[in-house]
Each structure stands twice: as structure tokens, then as C-alpha cells.
């Protein structure tokens, strides 16, 4: 996003899918690690990481996943205001 204008709406729609994509792929990296860190918990088991380990990546991917939900939302927005101003 910000590299280069858009020439349709189609592009812009793309872009709405991959970053949409991305977020949800952060997302769920998050919860795996939240799973890992739950499992090795509760079986007092250290996978390669301590539990709180896999916590703390949980919650780097919980902030990564921020940068491709914004870039979600204000396409979404301006997508939708461009709409409303085309009628």
C-alpha cells in the first residue's frame, strides 16, 4: 500500500484480500504459539521454548498482525467512500 496509485477498483479489491489474508495468517500463528505455550504448560513439557516463551511469540504475532489490519481497514474505508462519492 503507498507504493504506487491505483489504476481500478479491482486492484484495490485485491489488495483488500491479501492484506485481509495476512491478518488472518498472524492471527492464527498467534493462536498456534498460544496453543504450544498451553500444551507445554499443562504436560510440563519445554518444546525447544519454555512455555512463556511460546507466549511471548504469541503476542509478537498478535502485534505484527496489527500493521496488515490497518492497512485492511483503510483500504475497506476508502474503497467504501469512493463508492458513496461515485452515486
Excluded: Q
Aim: glycine share 4%; net charge neutral; with cysteine.
Amino acid at each position: 500500500m503507498g507504493g504506487k496509485p491505483y489504476t481500478d477498483w479491482e486492484e484495490v479489491k485485491n489488495d483488500i484480500k491479501f492484506w485481509n489474508y495476512a491478518n488472518k495468517t498472524c492471527l492464527v500463528i498467534a493462536v498456534l504459539f498460544i496453543i504450544a505455550g498451553v500444551v507445554a504448560e499443562a504436560f510440563n513439557y519445554d518444546f525447544i521454548l519454555a512455555p512463556t516463551s511460546w507466549f511471548l511469540l504469541a503476542v509478537v504475532f498478535a502485534v505484527i498482525s496489527i500493521a496488515p489490519h490497518i492497512s485492511f481497514i483503510a483500504l475497506k474505508s476508502w474503497y467504501g467512500v469512493e463508492s458513496e462519492r461515485k452515486k
